[in-house]
């Protein structure tokens, strides 16, 4: 109930801010209708732990204030056994969370970045098609000054073979575009040149169709990539990516272990609205929801700080995700050990 009266809200400020450039560059409607299915997913699963964090805190305020926890435990019923269904019923929050985060985030994510990139910073996209620097093995390097995924040509097109940290061969073309008929690269103006010992080879051709052992999307270090992925083809493209020594691996790794820490952190939250929000106070529902929502925004910030850190510096990524865990978990071990006594 929560998420469907805080989504709407989202389109609504979403659409007020976006609608603009959406009118400007002429999207179609249903492109538009599908980007909001896609922004509704995507952030129900951002949010699910906060929301439901909200939702335990709303309900057990209600029950505290009508003196029902105080009935429960008079009767000789413990904490724990009190705590049982509130953690059941997190077990299936959280499966559902698994199952967003492994299939049908990944889903959605592809499709509102997509719309984005198209309709509403398409200038951004372009900036992240040019001066394309890529390792793509242990032994080659390619680069290109800009190139379009849709036509699948570039400009400027070199790559370097090393072998045992020396320059073997290096190739040049004015141009470089992908045949997808016969799977064949078609360069112009090529230039390749042979590094010899004592002197060097050149082959001068104006237009050569070869073969490379990269794919047309090597040519595009696309950051959300992997939030597009499922969890299988998730860690392929990390291992495939942490050989050709990827800038974007702080960012790669800290979708992977996400999917993995969302569920858990929907226990911890969940013990820690139980204990915060089952005793009745003077205040009534209003101090536990300030107090909730201090310690949701305290979630957020940890989480936001430390995924900040591992994708901009060599931070661990495995420890920014799971340190906000760690700590609100000590957190709510201390609050349930309170909440008991």
């Not at 050149?202 to 990269?214: G, H, R």
Request: aromatic share 16%.
């Amino acid at each position: 109930m929560m998420l469907l009266l805080f989504i709407p809200i989202a389109i609504t400020v979403n659409l007020a801010e976006k609608i603009g450039k959406i009118l400007e560059n002429e999207a179609p409607f249903g492109e538009v209708a599908e980007y909001y299915l896609n922004f509704t997913i995507y952030f129900a699963h951002l949010l699910f732990p906060l929301f439901l964090f909200l939702s335990v805190i709303w309900f057990t305020s209600k029950l505290a204030n009508n003196t029902e926890v105080i009935a429960f435990l008079s009767s000789g019923v413990s904490f724990t056994r009190f705590l049982r269904p509130y953690l059941i019923g997190a077990s299936f929050v959280a499966f559902l969370a698994l199952i967003l985060g492994l299939y049908l985030a990944p889903l959605a994510s592809e499709g509102f970045y997509e719309f984005d990139y198209k309709y509403l910073h398409p200038y951004r996209k372009a900036a992240e098609d040019t001066n394309v620097f890529r390792q793509i093995n242990d032994n080659e390097v390619i680069y290109v000054s800009k190139f379009n995924l849709k036509s699948k040509s570039g400009q400027d097109f070199t790559l370097e073979h090393f072998e045992d940290n020396k320059l073997v061969y290096k190739i040049n073309a004015t141009s470089i575009k992908y045949n997808e008929k016969d799977s064949v690269y078609e360069l112009r103006n090529y230039f390749k040149r042979n590094v010899g010992a004592f002197d060097d080879h050149f082959e001068v051709i104006a237009k050569k169709d070869t073969i490379f052992s990269f794919d047309v999307e090597d040519l595009i270090p696309v950051k959300y990539e992997a939030e597009t992925k499922m969890y299988g083809e998730l860690r392929d493209f990390i291992d495939k990516e942490e050989k050709r020594g990827s800038a974007n691996m702080g960012r790669f790794k800290l979708v992977l272990y996400r999917k993995w820490s969302l569920p858990v952190s929907v226990f911890i939250l969940t013990i820690i609205a139980v204990a915060v929000s089952s005793i009745k106070r003077r205040g009534g529902m209003g101090i536990n929801l300030a107090v909730g929502i201090c310690i949701a925004m305290v979630f957020v910030f940890f989480d936001k700080i430390f995924g900040v850190m591992a994708e901009q510096s060599d931070f661990p990524p495995i420890i920014a995700v799971w340190f906000p865990n760690f700590i609100f978990g000590i957190l709510a071990a201390y609050l349930l050990y309170k909440a008991k006594r």
